[in-house]
């Protein structure tokens, strides 16, 4: 041995037991199916996620309440679920299509109902005085068509619940709303969480 080489310790090479090389094969394993899962897990989350979003807005639709026309029932800013149905009847509130605005009102009179409003605000139908409970206060308010009237077929009569402010029916610029200007019908008010409520 020359003089550079003397105190220089040769490294021995160490080998892996066949043991050690397969507990650690099983870590990696373990780890990459740990990942596998999570991965599926999310894009199944996704999935989901997106198919009811998809779902609920094909079946529902949530409108927010901008202004006072439909006090004391509903007041601006909150927000009312509505689902998308064709099965409408007198006395529910709907939101419709208008000028590229969904309005909320409430459905007065069906195709072929005649339709009369006198001078304290009374609403009659065929006739006979509506019972209107979800008003605060009656009102004629402005009425631009001509009392009586009746509602022509495939149409709806439309009346906002403060009938002092309201534009609806009576106005020539609403008008009767024909059954394609339908969104849905109120089934529900869900914000603020405070007047929540569900109608049939």
């Known amino acids: ?4 080489g003397k105190g220089v310790k040769k490294e021995e090479l160490v080998i892996p037991s066949i043991e050690s090389l397969r507990a650690e094969l099983a870590r990696e394993e373990a780890r990459c199916a740990f990942r596998r899962t999570l991965w599926n897990m999310a894009v199944a989350l996704i999935v989901a996620v997106v198919v009811t979003v998809l779902v609920f807005t094909r079946l529902f639709a ?6 006072s026309s439909m006090e004391p029932t509903l007041s601006d800013g909150q927000t009312v679920l509505l689902r998308r149905t ?3 009847s007198a006395g529910d509130i709907v939101g419709f299509y208008h ?20 001078g304290k605000g009374n609403v009659y139908i065929n006739g006979s005085m509506l019972e209107e409970p979800y008003l605060a206060k009656k009102s004629a308010g402005e009425c631009e068509l001509e009392f009586p009237c009746r ?4 149409m709806l009569f439309v009346l906002g619940d403060n009938r002092a402010v309201s534009v609806d029916s009576r106005s020539v610029s609403v008008g009767y709303v024909r059954k394609d200007q339908i969104v849905g019908r109120a089934v ?5 969480v405070n007047d929540i409520e569900f109608w049939k």
């Open 1 to 4: 041995m020359n003089a550079a």
């Open 62 to 67: 949530l409108i927010r309440v901008d202004g």
């Open 86 to 88: 064709e099965e409408i």
């Open 99 to 118: 000028n590229g605005r969904i309005l909320l009102k409430r459905v007065i009179g069906s195709p072929q109902d005649e339709i009369e409003i006198d």
């Open 151 to 154: 509602v022509p077929e495939g």
């Open 188 to 192: 529900s008010r869900v914000w603020p």
